[in-house]
């Protein structure tokens, strides 16, 4: 069944990994704009090639910077995106399951009732004695499949 708790559940695991990525995401964007701030505040920038450092030119190493935030920028807002996309059939989905519970809750709820209207009520009931007279009437209430 498409609308199981299951689905939910399963839904609600790809709607907790996706919000973690969005929050290493939002990490990784922050160190970067620091970087950006550091890089606006030294005049000297190097550069880790191997096991060397190398001098690197500061508009250079800004155009780098300015990239990564472009390219985590465009990332965040994807994911973002699927994320809240993944909210809402996450929604849609307890919604659906809430449905069906509420389904099943009145047709239970019926079947206790739906045999009131198939009986009939006899109100009253000779008792035969074993001498096979009538000795008494009765006021009995049964009930009795139609």
């Given at each position: 069944?498409?609308?199981?708790?299951?689905?939910?559940?399963?839904?609600?695991?790809?709607?907790?990994?996706?919000?973690?990525?969005?929050?290493?995401?939002?990490?990784d964007i922050a160190k970067n704009h620091q970087e950006l701030e550091l890089l606006n505040e030294n005049s000297n920038v190097y550069k880790l090639i191997g096991p060397v450092?190398?001098?690197?030119?500061?508009?250079?190493?800004?155009?780098?910077?300015?990239?990564?935030?472009?390219?985590?920028?465009?990332?965040?807002?994807?994911?973002?995106?699927?994320?809240?996309?993944?909210?809402?059939?996450?929604?849609?989905?307890?919604?659906?399951?809430?449905?069906?519970?509420?389904?099943?809750?009145?047709?239970?709820?019926?079947?206790?009732?739906?045999?009131?209207?198939?009986?009939?009520?006899?109100?009253?009931?000779?008792?035969?004695?074993?001498?096979?007279?009538?000795?008494?009437?009765?006021?009995?209430?049964?009930?009795?499949?139609?």
């Amino acid at each position: 069944m498409a609308s199981s708790p299951a689905a939910v559940r399963e839904l609600q695991q790809d709607l907790e990994s996706q919000a973690n990525a969005l929050s290493k995401i939002q990490k990784d964007i922050a160190k970067n704009h620091q970087e950006l701030e550091l890089l606006n505040e030294n005049s000297n920038v190097y550069k880790l090639i191997g096991p060397v450092l190398v001098k690197q030119d500061i508009a250079e190493a800004n155009a780098n910077v300015r990239k990564r935030i472009e390219y985590i920028s465009v990332e965040l807002k994807r994911l973002d995106g699927t994320l809240q996309d993944s909210e809402d059939k996450q929604n849609s989905k307890k919604e659906s399951v809430l449905q069906l519970q509420q389904k099943i809750q009145t047709l239970q709820a019926g079947k206790s009732k739906s045999y009131l209207p198939f009986v009939r009520t006899v109100q009253s009931f000779y008792l035969l004695s074993s001498s096979g007279y009538s000795s008494m009437l009765f006021p009995v209430k049964t009930f009795l499949p139609c």
